[in-house]
């Protein structure tokens, strides 16, 4: 098993910026992709970003350019920077993990909330 532990979010101005951290524990061996996906209201999850144990990252369109997310493989941590919050960003956000034989693990959820 792992666990996913988030930290970060918070109420936040348009504009604004906040960052997100997620550190993993446990069956951590075998951890190969780990990002974030997020949850408004009445919508489905939706992937936000993601990592590779390399460096290889994938983002939502809706968030190039405004986010980055980043891996320390040493802390077996991963990392989103939001910059340039919108409202339409406000959400639960979840950390994700697969590991090698495509078994996805997810975190509590931390909320974002981007409002004046």
């Known amino acids: 098993q792992v666990q996913l532990v988030e930290s970060g979010g918070g109420s936040v101005q348009p504009g604004g910026s906040l960052r997100l951290s997620c550190a993993a524990s446990?069956?951590?061996?075998?951890?190969?992709?780990m990002g974030w996906y997020r949850q408004a209201p009445g919508k489905q999850r939706e992937l936000v970003a993601i990592a590779g144990y390399s460096g290889s990252t994938n983002y939502a369109d809706s968030v190039k350019g405004r986010f980055t997310i980043s891996r320390e493989n040493a802390k077996n941590t991963v990392y989103l920077q939001m910059n340039s919050l919108k409202p339409e960003d406000t959400a639960v956000y979840y950390c994700n993990a697969r590991n090698s034989i495509g078994v996805v693990f997810w975190g509590q959820g931390t909320q974002v909330t981007v409002s004046s």
């Open positions: 446990g069956s951590i061996f075998n951890i190969n992709v």
